[in-house]
């Protein structure tokens, strides 16, 4: 599996776990000069953007691991642009999503890490 098919398949199951959750998909992939947000969805009066993150049995370390401070400082900066662009729901939040292939076919770990300050 390529970095990029890895880097879909976390997209889907996040997208399919949100889903699940009663969350609604507003938009995956949103891009302005300065970067992407992976998810946005919404529920209620809270909308969520998503930074997801895959790691492959070969990958060093955790996918966790690879979420940055500057990285999430990129997403608070989006957030609040997407807000301005669309009719922005009372609440926000921020939450990643990590996906790591276990080695040797073992399965998945797939975690939500909720309302990342």
Do not use: N
Request: proline fraction near 4%.
């Amino acid at each position: 599996m390529t970095a990029d098919e890895l880097g879909r398949l976390g997209e889907d199951l996040a997208a399919a776990f949100y889903r699940v959750h009663g969350y609604r998909t507003r938009a995956r992939r949103w891009r302005r000069a300065h970067g992407e947000i992976d998810l946005i969805v919404e529920r209620g009066d809270v909308t969520v953007f998503v930074e997801i993150k895959a790691r492959g049995p070969g990958s060093y370390g955790r996918a966790c691991e690879a979420v940055t401070p500057r990285q999430l400082a990129r997403l608070r900066t989006l957030a609040a642009r997407w807000s301005r662009e669309h009719a922005p729901r009372p609440r926000r939040r921020l939450d990643v999503v990590t996906l790591d292939v276990l080695p040797e076919g073992r399965g998945l770990v797939l975690r939500q890490i909720r309302d990342v300050r």
